[in-house]
């Protein structure tokens, strides 16, 4: 089956799943990109269309061993969460296999007046052998601070590997190739302080990883600790499942 481009369209790109050869089975297969605005102009593609669907949607993950996105199921929460003393609650995520591929630990924060404010994130891991996994766990991070009446604030540290500023094995460097400072920005958080927040944009659209070997060989993020909270725009975003 064949495509052509009819002149200038408007639409949305989506993934259609069509039949390779005549045969009926819908295992043979393969992935094509096709415009919305354009499906009018082709009748037989009604036909050998099996499936659509978007890239990404919210509530999945990619493996990117298989190149699928995937469904990601999370534990329990307790129902009763006290958050008004130093308790720590923890999240973990698993794949369709029931293997563990991330965790997250929180608790509540205070203001000044010691009034709650936001969920402030302890600890945060996942696997690297899936892609969206961190967005995912602060979407359901999100809807529980709003849930528990803290419009979806959500606040955490930055801090690149088990040392804030530097790692004192070499080996270390490999896995932490990109500042969390940075990642974190591109999930929504801002950095507490205006200059550093500026610092933070101006490197990631220097294309900066914000790691750099120091003359000893070792690696060392130049952002240090930053204390982050979640935008309100991220927030909104993370609500309305975009």
Not at 74 to 93: C, E, F, M, Q, R
Not at 98 to 110: A, D, H, P, T, V
Request: charged residues 25%; positive net charge; proline residues 2%.
């Amino acid at each position: 089956m064949g495509l052509e481009k009819l002149g200038t369209t408007i639409g949305k790109e989506v993934i259609a799943w069509t039949r390779t050869s005549a045969s009926k089975s819908l295992l043979a297969t393969k992935p094509i990109k096709v415009n919305t605005s354009g499906l009018r102009f082709a009748p037989k593609l009604e036909d050998d269309v099996v499936q659509i669907s978007n890239s990404k949607k919210a509530g999945t993950i990619l493996n990117i061993k298989k190149s699928t996105q995937e469904p990601i199921v999370y534990s329990k929460l307790p129902d009763d969460i006290d958050l008004t003393g130093d308790n720590i609650y923890t999240l973990d995520a698993f794949n369709i296999d029931g293997e563990r591929i991330g965790s997250l630990s929180f608790k509540g924060y205070k203001n000044i007046f010691d009034k709650l404010e936001a969920l402030y994130i302890n600890f945060f891991g996942t696997s690297n052998e899936y892609k969206g996994i961190g967005t995912e766990m602060v979407r359901q991070i999100v809807s529980l601070s709003n849930k528990l009446g803290l419009k979806g604030n959500v606040r955490l540290s930055a801090c690149t590997g088990s040392i804030p500023s530097e790692f004192r094995f070499k080996g270390i460097s490999e896995k932490c190739k990109t500042s969390a400072a940075i990642k974190y920005k591109k999930m929504g958080f801002a950095a507490n302080r205006l200059s550093i927040d500026r610092r933070i944009n101006e490197k990631i659209s220097e294309g900066d990883t914000g790691i750099i070997q120091d003359p000893r060989g070792f690696s060392k993020d130049i952002f240090g600790s930053v204390a982050m909270h979640l935008s309100e725009d991220a927030i909104q975003k993370y609500l309305k499942g975009i």
